[in-house]
């Protein structure tokens, strides 16, 4: 068995992390000691102790105890799990832990409804992705959420000292620990406990002998721990995180925080998802307070994509840096949906006759003469005319920004306009 799973702890007590929900008087050790099991989801990245807490719930009922994972199960099985519940075998009730329910499909989850209501199936579900996304909604209004979250370093640092105490009695051997070890394997896996029991395990595999005794060095646990912090999915919500966390930090002017961000989507390989959240930011958050910002942003990513990593990543980083540093304003954004909340609410669907074609002059129209002034005949370009429909015509989408570019334009357009 991989050691991960050889030491996985059997009580509340030996669980490292997740003191928000299983340190003493905390809401889910509170549910655990009572017995009483509602239907649970545990939600949170891979390696920080679902299944194990799932585990020793399971060990505290007397309830039949059935595990499946949602991205191998049937509906067969499910169907089997459920006809189990009704017969003798259940009679105390049936508690079934699906792992990765994400990976069921509606009908899937839709079939264990009625059995998880009336409390023949006590249902312990875990997932690595929002559950508010993935999860069909009755499920989870019958349901409790509760997060957990990556174990901080010194907490980890726990577990990798028993876990190298559990080989050398195992294995019968003595290890010859260098100092920082321990330190740097808990930093170095971005909180995943399930990686750092792996990374005890490499490094007692790999470590040199020196007379009778096994030495692990910091330079073997940190060549076997390179790159092991990089939590990212493509699909999944440490994605969406990453992109999310770059554009709030740009927002925030925080370049250095931005900077992060990026280097973090690009160390994993990911030139195309900054490359367009870099251009949507341009416009999005920076807009008319420096207009030009999506000009030069769009030459940053097009050479981004031209040269490729690793040299993408000079360009992507001075288009960071300027959008972190530029003047902020998303007045532009502000407007357009100001408007376009006006066209969902059924509004606008007529034109002035000044707008129409000139065709609506024919036999019919009460309303003859288009009667369109033409700016470029006036002074400054300018005459003052119903351009908005009726149901419109005092409608305000656009305010100005209190930056220094579009206070000129409201200045110089107050200037006209009387």
Not at 264 to 270: I, M, P, Q, S, V
Not at 317 to 339: G, Q, R, Y
Not at 345 to 374: A, I, M, S, W
């Amino acid at each position: 068995m991989p050691l991960a799973d050889t030491i996985r702890p059997s009580s509340l007590d030996e669980v490292v992390g997740q003191k928000h929900i299983l340190g003493e008087g905390r809401p889910l050790r509170k549910i655990i000691d009572s017995g009483n099991i509602p239907n649970l989801i545990f939600y949170g990245p891979p390696g920080i102790g679902k299944t194990t807490v799932a585990n020793i719930i399971a060990k505290k009922t007397n309830k039949r105890l059935y595990k499946l994972n949602g991205t191998s199960t049937s509906l067969s099985e499910i169907k089997d799990v459920i006809a189990e519940s009704e017969s003798i075998f259940g009679m105390n009730g049936v508690l079934l832990y699906l792992d990765e329910i994400q990976y069921l499909n509606k009908k899937q989850q839709q079939s264990l409804l009625e059995f998880i209501e009336n409390g023949k199936i006590t249902l312990i579900a875990s997932t690595t992705e929002n559950p508010y996304f993935y999860i069909y909604n009755a499920i989870l209004s019958r349901s409790t959420v509760f997060e957990f979250k990556p174990i901080e370093a010194d907490e980890l640092e726990i577990a990798i000292e028993r876990a190298f105490d559990k080989i050398q009695t195992i294995e019968k051997i003595e290890l010859d620990i260098d100092d920082g070890v321990y330190e740097f394997i808990a930093s170095a896996v971005g909180g995943d406990c399930r990686k750092a029991m792996n990374t005890v395990e490499l490094c007692t595999l790999a470590c040199d002998n020196e007379g009778n005794r096994l030495r692990i060095t910091k330079a073997l646990a940190k060549e076997l721990t390179q790159r092991s912090a990089m939590k990212y999915d493509r699909e999944g919500d440490q994605h969406y995180d990453l992109l999310s966390a770059l554009q709030k930090s740009i927002r925030g002017s925080d370049e250095n925080a931005a900077l992060h961000y990026l280097a973090r989507l690009l160390a994993a390989g990911d030139l195309l998802s900054p490359c367009r959240r870099l251009l949507v930011i341009a416009a999005e958050d920076i807009g008319l307070a420096y207009p030009q910002a999506i000009m030069i942003t769009k030459a940053c990513v097009d050479a981004a994509v031209q040269i490729g990593l690793p040299e993408a990543r000079i360009p992507l980083a001075e288009a960071v840096i300027m959008l972190a540093t530029a003047p902020k304003s998303n007045s532009a954004e502000m407007a357009i949906d100001a408007a376009m909340a006006d066209i969902e609410n059924g509004k606008g669907g007529t034109f002035p006759r000044c707008l129409q074609n000139k065709h609506y002059d024919g036999v019919g129209n009460t309303e003859q003469g288009q009667n369109y002034k033409y700016p470029h005949d006036y002074p400054h370009h300018y005459v003052k005319q119903q351009y908005l429909p009726d149901d419109l015509k005092n409608a305000v989408y656009y305010k100005y920004g209190d930056n220094k570019v579009e206070q000129a334009a409201k200045a110089y357009w107050e200037l006209i306009k009387k």
